[in-house]
């Protein structure tokens, strides 16, 4: 005899599989954006929930991936205009990285670094373009901003990290 | 390198860089328990939860409609770009580029928008200069500021008395005039300085309507109502000049008036009032009234002074 399944059983099991799948992605961007793993964390669960709330309205327009990356990178927006995060932007070193993170290539921690440091706006389009693969109209859509300034910011934080890491380069 | 191998890379060296970051496990049962934990909460209070929600829910849907809506003319979205530029480039910030106004004029290359600071020196002199940016219809806005040949050790100084001002001298102005309300710098606010309290966009193409105004327009049934105009307004001002849902809620929109173009055509002209970080903005947003599109929008910023 088959189990006819009910659409809240369906619900939870997309999103455990969800959260199965992209939970570690998310939460290294949100950590990226926010540089403060606890805050990182709770943004990371607050996008569950709000995806668990909404589920019945996904239509698939986007990949899931998509769909959980906008509500995480909107849930980081939000964190980010409480009256500390406008008054404090601190300048992230090796040493405040997380654990381990010293198992990795000198370059690849520099790299870490450099687009940790980028200027929120920046940092916002990179992370999105290049660690979640989005496209730029998927970025323009989540950040609600028009297509060309995602591009502007796209290159100028190109030239800024090239910058950065030639910089550094030349100074080892 | 193929620009999917470039983000593989970035990727891998995040990964790699991150490894000590893991999920949690028991992320599942914690976010199902929060989800539960909200659900018992309803049936609890239904009836409380009920009205709070609904007025949740009519907040929320006004804002997200007025926000879905969004659509700007390609004047209004090309300044958007123009003003970002100028503040990445020059490092102003959105109140002291508040102290600037601005024409756009339509070029081969694209809009070019100046924006001219309505501070200058008793003499006439524009200390701070004019800001020029050419915004093409594909790529990126290229700044430039009239004194980008000076010598910046003259104006990165922060002196009030130097021939240049930078953003230290504005961000100084701003401060000084603002707080203490009397100011003895050897500058005059432009006498032609448009003021946002009463728009007047400038005819800026050749077929750009003329703005006048005529207070028997009516409102027709095609038209936006005042009330969606208003929250269009706040919407587009949240984010044209990336203000918070806090600031959004603080904006007082103190005049809504309709009117219309010399070629009939109906709309909305808001003007807005916000205590921004200390400072005083005084916004205007029009709006076509029949597509909702937004024609023009500009801030000024204010002061006791």
Redesign the interface.
Known sequence: MSVVKGPDSEREESIRQMICDHQTALLRMCYLYLHDAQLAEDAVQETFIKAYRAWDSFRGASSVKTWLTRIAIRTCMDMRRGFWFRHVERRVTPEMLPDRAQEAREDESALTLAVMNLPKKEREVVLLYYYQDLNVNEIADALGVMQPTVSYRLRRARERLRTELEGRENHD | MTEQQ??MR???????????????PF??Q???A??EK?EKKMKASFARCIVIALIVVMCMSTVAVA?MMLN?SPEA?AL??AM??VM?KYGLSQTALGLFTHDVRATDEGMVFEFRCDVVAVDGHEVAGRYIVTVPE????AAAWSYDAADPAIWQSGDMDAPIWGPVQLETFLRERTHAGTVDYRVNIRDDAVSAATPTPAPVFDTAPVWTVEPDVVLDANDLSEEQARELAVAALT?TYRL???DALQMDVFRCDMRASSEGDHQWHVNAYLYHDGYDWNMYVIIDAVTGEIIDIGMQTGGNG
């Open positions: 470039e983000k970035f990727r891998e060296a995040i990964d790699h860089t991150l490894i000590g970051l893991e999920g949690n992320l599942y914690r976010v199902a929060q989800v909200g926000a700007y979205s958007k770009l970002e530029a990445d594909k790529g990126e806005p984010d918070t849902d806090d």
